[in-house]
T-cell receptor
Framework: DAKTTQPPSMDCAEGRAANLPCNHS???????VYWYRQIHSQGPQYIIH???NNETNEMASLIITEDRKSSTLILPHATLRDTAVYYC?????????????FGGGTRLMVKP | EPEVTQTPSHQVTQMGQEVILRCVPI?????FYWYRQILGQKVEFLVS????????KSEIFDDQFSVERPDGSNFTLKIRSTKLEDSAMYFC??????????FGPGTRLTVL
């Protein structure tokens, strides 16, 4: 799986959009971009994934650049409960048995 | 909403003792995983399980570890002779073919 690079930490004001960047310059054509988050001491939680088109669900939006070398997770109206470590993970989707490889992630602190 | 459950939430054991961590994956899921997270460190993959056999395992998953799906609902991780360095949060996860892994709340293992 391709390596990802994320800033170690970010702050965001409550109610504002949180934009979390991720670089994955070595991504290959069959690899998807996944985002998970981990709220303190809880199990990781799936947020969203995409291949090349932008994706949106009830939690977030995922913007992937045209060359697919980077992406941004957007939480449109961050709340205090969104304070967590956010992980960007790149992996092939064809084999559900593949494990997730977690990096250090971005620690997002949402402040009142 | 269906969820992965894990028991116990906290297990304290003496070094050298055997422990069994239990997980109940989501009922229609087919792929099962164990991950661990040592305090302050990254989430690390241990093992994946499909069709009643191990499909992948990491270097961490040595002969002291084993997994089993003894019936149609439980998925267990056994550590035969615990070491101090096995102290960690252990997360179970499961998925169908769509690759979104659902994680349980974790078991905190403390080895004294």
């Amino acid at each position: 799986d391709a390596k990802t690079t994320q800033p170690p930490s970010m702050d965001c004001a409550e109610g504002r959009a949180a934009n979390l960047p991720c670089n994955h310059s070595t991504i290959s054509g069959n690899e998807y971009v996944y985002w998970y988050r981990q709220i303190h001491s809880q199990g990781p939680q799936y947020i969203i994934h995409g291949l090349k088109n932008n994706e949106t669900n009830e939690m977030a939006s995922l913007i992937i650049t045209e060359d697919r070398k980077s992406s941004t997770l957007i939480l449109p109206h961050a709340t205090l409960r969104d304070t967590a470590v956010y992980y960007c993970i790149v992996r092939a989707v064809n084999n559900a048995g593949n494990m997730l490889t977690f990096g250090g992630g971005t620690r997002l602190m949402v402040k009142p | 909403e269906p969820e992965v459950t894990q028991t116990p939430s906290h297990q304290v054991t003496q070094m050298g003792q055997e422990v069994i961590l239990r997980c109940v994956p989501i009922s229609n899921h087919l792929y099962f995983y164990w991950y661990r997270q040592i305090l302050g460190q990254k989430v690390e993959f241990l093992v994946s399980f499909y069709n009643n056999e191990i499909s992948e395992k990491s270097e961490i998953f040595d002969d002291q570890f084993s997994v089993e799906r003894p019936d149609g609902s439980n998925f267990t991780l056994k550590i035969r002779s615990t070491k101090l360095e096995d102290s960690a949060m252990y997360f179970c996860a499961s998925t169908t073919y769509n690759n979104e892994q659902f994680f349980g709340p974790g078991t905190r293992l403390t080895v004294l």
